[in-house]
């Protein structure tokens, strides 16, 4: 079971603080994604156009949303910090890093126990410092994690329909991991790495 492979990798220093839980499937549609994309192209993140893990290199709308439909599972991890400046963007960032690579990690360790699995965080994915994207494919398709907003998620609406509270703090900030998934044995084999797009065409 999933909770077999976060248990093992509780035992590293890095989850401290992390909470973890299997919820329901997002269930994003073309409003959501058309809402999703908007925000994206406003590029408060700086991710936009720059990176194989968000708009537009995560892929075409429709081929997103057939990835997420693809699986059967998810979970959710979660990890709040008090008392932190927001205006701090190197501390933003390397938070923001470490939860990323924790996300990257736990995919990882699905993979290797023969599940097919996904990993999706906050901003653009920073696997290899500069990425490839538009001009060559992505070199590491399966250590890629993606914007979850790249998907259609609002993430309000979708944690709040599985009764998790989200919202924005001026005195912190809480930080989400989703992890899409199959059990081993499953037969799916689609990825995010089937998913890659090329815009040069």
Known sequence: MIEDVWKDMAADPATVGYSFKRIGLPSPNAGSMSKCRELCAQNLCGAYGVTWGCPPGAGAEAECLELIRSF??????????????????????RLGSGHQELCRRFGNALRKEGYQASAFSDGGCGYCGECTYPDDPCRYPDQRVSSIASYGILMDEYMGSQGIDFKFRDDGMTLYGLIMYDEPGSGNNIS????????RQ
């Open 72 to 93: 059967s599972r998810a979970a959710i991890l979660i990890k709040e910090y008090d008392g932190i400046d927001l205006k701090d963007r190197e501390l933003l960032k």
């Open 192 to 199: 995010e790495a089937d998913n890659q797009t090329d815009d």
